[in-house]
């Protein structure tokens, strides 16, 4: 139960499967572990020991995926941080994580110069660029990797609670927190989720989004698990996305609505170009019906949809129940349990909604350093989501909101994925995002943020979004239209910054 022989393992019974595509590079399982095998010999001689904590400010690159694995190898904690990150945001991660290496590129070296000062804890030659060898105080990344040794670390005992990852939430309701995930949790990861994407040794799994934020490992840990082929891009770009699909036959991906929204626009996003994906995953937030429906109408049989927090509860709804359960998110993987609670803890019977909690043993082994935070979200073994929801008479879970984008009307509970879905049955919206801004009669009313695909004015879409919407509290009083939504670098919507600018652009 650790992940540490995973590579080892393929390594030495299927060395030459294919195992890594990155750009025009291509590692067989052999060869990619002779890489990280160096990374992890070069680590140790640079002074890093089991349990220490390295950064990685990245996009996605080669390197990257490295120091995942080579951090397994040697049972070093790796901290994946945003490249976004910026000031006392970062250097407050950074000293939170107690880092004491930090693996970054050229390109962030005006951001992170700056702070180094404020980072006492981090030797002055523990700074590392993939990209370059001449800027002072930073040491190459190639330093690292070379003249070491290719052979398998030993002698270092790995538990399977020993923690791997610190992953550091969004931050949309407070400070990050840093949620940490063990090597039985990432082992896991690769078990369950590989059996429910059917993931297989010949498989060819492709992400495209940025592999900082927890929703990568629901495909990275199952890829590499079962010994697939694993191809990391960059970024994500739709052409680039469906000319791998087609040349290289992927048959798993995983990505976040915004993208998903994103390839729907695309006139080469068919049955013809996409013919050998098994599953099209999507993650990090609700894909609405409406586009559900035009993934089902375009590629039927696919959508695989998983609604689940990092902290370690998860459900999903399978492309086999999605005909007949369209709108819902699903049921929990074996293992893992399920309930609807209101505000005393108390389970409501079906159709009736409350706060969704869930139990299972992919739960966190808590907030870093935080115990009092650990204590709030875990109660009695039951990880509370914050997320509204209900379930049916057949057990599938429905998600209403999350519970802090509720808007109160007059009293009454609003839910903003409710008007979402309808405005997005307007031919001219391609996204849309429904927040809840102050209203001196009613406390708070509903605020359409649209981008669009055609043409309609605002006031226009405003009257037809009125006449659809089934109570009076659900009326939007403003429809605004926005070229781009403000995103994380997983491509999920930030609605906290739209509201946040809202309000400022309308402040007295």
């Not at 490295?66 to 000031?87: C, D, F, Q, T």
């Not at 330093?143 to 002698?155: E, F, I, K, R, S």
């Not at 307007?426 to 927040?435: G, Q, S």
């Not at 708070?444 to 509290?473: D, T």
Request: charged share 20%; aromatic share 8%.
């Amino acid at each position: 139960m650790n992940l540490a022989v995973i590579l080892n393992r393929h390594a030495l019974y299927r060395p030459n499967h294919l195992a890594v595509i990155y750009g025009e590079q291509r590692f067989t399982y052999a060869e990619f572990n002779r890489c990280v095998n160096r990374l992890a010999h070069g680590l140790l001689r640079a002074g890093i020991a089991k349990g220490d904590k390295i950064a990685t400010i990245l996009p996605n690159t080669l390197e990257l995926l490295e120091v995942y694995w080579a951090a397994a190898k040697i049972g070093v904690v790796v901290v994946p941080l945003s490249n976004l990150l910026r000031g006392q945001g970062l250097a407050r991660l950074l000293n939170d994580a107690d880092t004491a290496l930090v693996v970054t590129e050229r390109a962030f070296v005006e951001h992170l110069d700056p702070l180094r000062g404020d980072l006492p804890q981090i030797q002055p030659d523990r700074y590392f660029l993939i990209d370059a060898e001449d800027v002072p105080g930073y040491s190459p990344y190639r330093a690292l990797v070379t003249d070491v040794p290719d052979t398998n670390p030993t002698g270092i005992e790995i538990h399977p609670d020993d923690p791997y990852n610190i992953i550091y939430s969004s931050g949309t309701t407070g400070l990050p927190k840093g949620i940490v995930l063990t090597h039985r949790i990432r082992v896991l990861y690769g078990l369950v989720f590989g059996a429910a994407y059917r993931i297989a040794p010949e498989s060819v799994v492709l992400h495209t989004g940025s592999i900082i934020f927890n929703g990568s490992f629901l495909t990275l840990m199952p890829a590499f698990y079962m010994g697939a082929t694993y191809i990391l891009h960059h970024h994500f770009e739709v052409g680039s996305t469906l000319r791998t699909i087609q040349r290289e036959r992927v048959t798993h991906i995983k990505l976040v609505p915004s993208q998903i929204v994103q390839l729907l626009q695309s006139s080469n996003f068919n049955e013809e170009t996409l013919g050998s994906l098994e599953m099209l995953g999507s993650v990090g937030a609700p894909l609405h019906l409406p586009h559900k429906e035009l993934l089902q109408a375009k590629l039927p049989g696919r959508l695989i949809e998983l609604y689940g927090l990092t902290e370690g509860f998860m459900t999903i709804l399978d492309k086999y129940d999605l005909s007949r359960k369209l709108n819902s998110v699903g049921v929990p993987p074996p293992m893992m349990e399920l309930r609807i609670v209101d505000d005393q803890g108390v389970d409501v019977p079906p159709g009736t909604v409350g706060e969704i909690v869930g139990n299972g043993p992919l739960l966190m082994a808590g907030y870093y350093k935080r115990p009092d935070l650990t204590e709030q979200a875990i109660r009695s073994g039951w990880l509370f989501s914050g997320d509204l929801g209900y379930v049916d008479e057949d057990g599938f879970l429905y998600l209403v909101d999350r519970k802090k984008d509720l808007i109160i009307s007059g009293g009454v509970n609003v839910y903003p994925r409710d008007i979402e879905e309808i405005i997005l049955q307007h031919a001219a919206v391609a996204e849309a995002a429904v927040i809840g801004v102050p209203d001196d009669k009613w406390g708070e009313c509903p605020v359409a943020l649209v981008r669009l695909k055609g043409e309609i004015a605002p006031a226009a879409l405003r009257e037809w979004i009125n006449a659809r919407v089934e109570a009076r509290f659900q009326r939007v009083r403003e429809v605004l239209v926005l070229d781009e939504f403000p995103r994380n670098a997983a491509g999920k919507t930030l609605k906290r910054v739209m509201r946040d600018e809202y309000l400022s652009a309308h402040a007295e």
